[in-house]
Nanobody
Framework: QVQLVESGGGLVQPGGSLRLSCAAS??????MGWYRQAPGKQRELVAN???????NYADSVKGRFTIFRDNAKNTVYLQMNSLKPEDTAVYYC?????WGQGTQVTVSS
């Protein structure tokens, strides 16, 4: 059974940075990514990266967030810079079709 362990969420001021990580047990996976869900909104894709390293980003985070993976560690990271209050949400790791438990990111002064 695949287990995903997320870490790195927290409270940060606008303009600050956070790095999320998600470690997956098991074999190397094809697609690893991050989604987020703000209160009252639908869950949305933030970014994903396939095994080759090709990436995909939501328009709202392009230029601010960077996703990368370490296949040897089965871990995906999301480096979040220039954070805005509208980035506040629960962030979920998704590895192929497996979901993490979510980690809260709050951007507030």
């Amino acid at each position: 059974q695949v287990q995903l362990v997320e870490s790195g969420g927290g409270l940060v001021q606008p303009g600050g940075s956070l790095r999320l990580s998600c470690a997956a047990s098991g074999s190397v996976f094809y697609t690893m990514g991050w989604y987020r869900q703000a209160p009252g909104k639908q869950r949305e894709l933030v970014a994903n990266v396939i095994k080759s390293g090709s990436t995909n980003y939501a328009d709202s985070v392009k230029g601010r967030f960077t996703i990368f993976r370490d296949n040897a560690k089965n871990t995906v990271y999301l480096q979040m810079n220039s954070l805005k209050p509208e980035d506040t949400a629960v962030y979920y790791c998704k590895v192929d079709y497996h979901w993490g438990q979510g980690t809260q990111v709050t951007v507030s002064s």
